[in-house]
T-cell receptor, first 112, second 110 residues
Framework: KAGVTQTPRYLIKTRGQQVTLSCSPI?????VSWYQQTPGQGLQFLFE???????NKGNFPGRFSGRQFSNSRSEMNVSTLELGDSALYLC???????????FGDGTRLSIL | AQRVTQPEKLLSVFKGAPVELKCNYS??????LFWYVQYSRQRLQLLLR??SRESIKGFTADLNKGETSFHLKKPFAQEEDSAMYYC????????????FGSGTRLQVQP
């Protein structure tokens, strides 16, 4: 079974731009969660989607948004990028219902 | 508010020595506790979850609700155990988002 796939692996953007990151979950997994990892703040929860509905949201500004498609693939979007958005963005999928989350390799976003 | 604390950034031990990675948590309700591990150049992967009560790669962790701790232990460390270890919690019901600790890097020296 293929693992969680995130694309692209690396991105370089400038302040003020917007970016879209993609996540393909493990086949059969309906829950997708996004996390931001930085050296200063560690791993922080962004949001979780299940069956195309956002179930939970972390404490991030409205510039961070996401969606999930009918095939469970998910995208997250960050608008008006700031230097502080430079981070590794991790996607995790699970069957839902309390089953463990499986992580992708992440997308490393650098803001210049 | 829920919080996970891993007090040690780095733990260095010799091969064959016992290992204990500390994790304390605060959560108003019934949490589920996890240990995730990240080996060099690999993705974050689940090592243990407290409800499974199993031993993986010789590691065990017991949930102590009185001390609100979920320490990870292994009696004899191996060099291949060198990695970054994260303790995490989520609710047993409802909100399933993971709250992570800051991580502990385990170095097992030969």
């Amino acid at each position: 079974k293929a693992g969680v796939t995130q694309t692209p692996r690396y991105l370089i953007k400038t302040r003020g731009q917007q970016v879209t990151l993609s996540c393909s979950p493990i086949s059969g997994h309906r829950s997708v969660s996004w996390y931001q990892q930085t050296p200063g703040q560690g791993l922080q929860f962004l949001f979780e989607y299940f069956s195309e509905t956002q179930r939970n949201k972390g404490n991030f500004p409205g510039r961070f948004s996401g969606r999930q498609f009918s095939n469970s693939r998910s995208e997250m979007n960050v608008s008006t990028l700031e230097l502080g958005d430079s981070a590794l963005y991790l996607c995790a999928s699970s069957l839902g219902g309390g089953e463990p989350q499986h992580f992708g390799d992440g997308t490393r976003l650098s803001i210049l | 508010a829920q919080r996970v604390t891993q007090p040690e950034k780095l733990l260095s031990v010799f091969k064959g020595a016992p290992v204990e990675l500390k994790c304390n948590y605060s959560y108003s309700g019934s949490p589920e506790l996890f240990w995730y591990v990240q080996y060099s150049r690999q993705r974050l992967q689940l090592l243990l979850r407290h409800i499974s009560r199993e031993s993986i790669k010789g590691f065990t962790a017991d949930l102590n609700k009185g001390e609100t701790s979920f320490h990870l232990k292994k009696p004899f460390a191996q060099e291949e155990d060198s990695a970054m270890y994260y303790c995490a919690l989520s609710g047993l019901t409802g909100r399933r988002a993971l709250t992570f600790g800051s991580g502990t890097r385990l170095q097992v020296q030969p």
